[in-house]
C-alpha cells in the first residue's frame, strides 16, 4: 500500500530541479525519500533540526542545519524565496506550526506546496491503534489552528487535507501576498439552539 510520504511525493516528482526545505529529520525517513528526489531531478535538499542528525546520510545534494527551526535569522542565510515544497514535520504544538509556516510561507514559490504533518487525531483518539490522549490533542488543535489560517487566506492559498496514517495538511499557494493573521472561527457549536437541538435530539431549523 502506497505510504502517506509515497502520496506527497507523488504529488512533487515531477519538478525539476527541485528546491526543498524540510523542517524536522530525526532518523531521517522522510530525509532520505527527499535526497533521492532531489538525486532524480537535479534538486537539493535543505533539512533543520534542533538536534544534530547531519550523519542520517551523506549527499551532495543535502544541506544539514542544526538550529531551531524558529531562529529565522540562522535559518534565512541559507534559503532562497525559490521553494518548490515544505514540508513541516518538527515541533507539533499548533503556535509552533503557526509561527513557522507564516515565516517560511513567504520562501514558497507561487503554485508550490507546504505540506504540514500530523494533523489527524483519529489514530490516536480513545480505543485507536495508537490510542495517546496528548497527540489526540496536539493533532487535533494544530488541525484547527490551520483552519483558523486559512479561514482568512482563502484567497491566498488553497488546503487539503489528506488523513491517512496521522495525516497531512496540504497547502498551495495561490498569490503572493503576505498572509492574513489567523483568527478564531466563531462556531456556533456549543450555542443555546444547537445544545437545545442536542437535548431534544431535533433537526436544525434554517
Ligand atoms: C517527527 S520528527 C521528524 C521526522 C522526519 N521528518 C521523518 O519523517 O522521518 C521531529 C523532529 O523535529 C525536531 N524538532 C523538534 N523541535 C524542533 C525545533 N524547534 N526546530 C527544529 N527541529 C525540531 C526533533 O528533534 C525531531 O527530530
Redesign the pocket.
Known amino acids: 500500500m502506497e505510504t502517506k510520504?509515497d502520496y506527497i511525493i507523488n504529488r512533487i516528482k515531477h519538478i525539476k530541479k527541485i528546491q526543498i526545505l524540510?523542517?524536522?529529520?530525526?532518523?531521517?525517513?522522510?530525509?532520505?525519500?527527499f535526497i533521492e528526489l532531489c538525486d532524480s531531478n537535479d534538486g537539493f535538499l535543505i533539512?533543520?533540526?534542533?538536534?544534530d542528525?547531519s550523519n542520517v546520510i551523506k549527499s551532495d545534494r543535502w544541506k544539514f542545519i542544526n538550529?531551531?527551526?524558529?531562529?529565522f535569522e540562522e535559518v534565512d542565510k541559507f534559503i532562497t524565496k525559490d521553494l518548490d515544497f515544505i514540508?513541516i514535520?518538527?515541533?507539533?504544538w499548533p503556535d509552533?506550526v503557526e509561527k513557522?509556516f507564516y515565516h517560511y510561507y513567504d520562501f514558497l514559490k507561487k503554485g508550490s506546496i507546504c505540506v504540514i504533518?500530523?494533523v489527524s487525531w483519529l489514530p490516536y483518539s480513545k480505543n485507536q491503534e495508537r490510542d495517546k490522549e496528548f497527540s489526540e490533542y496536539i493533532n487535533r488543535s494544530t488541525f484547527y489552528k490551520i483552519l483558523e489560517i486559512y479561514n482568512q487566506n482563502q484567497k491566498n492559498f488553497d488546503l487539503e487535507f489528506y488523513f491517512r496514517d496521522s495525516g497531512y495538511a496540504i497547502i498551495t499557494k495561490n498569490e503572493e501576498n503576505f498572509l492574513n493573521k489567523s483568527k478564531k472561527i466563531k462556531s456556533r457549536e456549543f450555542g443555546i439552539k444547537n445544545l437545545l437541538r442536542k437535548i431534544y435530539k431535533r433537526k436544525p431549523i434554517n
Open positions: 510520504l524540510e523542517l524536522g529529520v530525526r532518523y531521517g525517513v522522510s530525509t532520505k525519500k533539512s533543520v533540526d534542533i538536534k542528525f538550529s531551531s527551526d524558529d531562529n514540508f514535520d518538527s515541533l507539533h509552533h513557522v504533518d500530523d
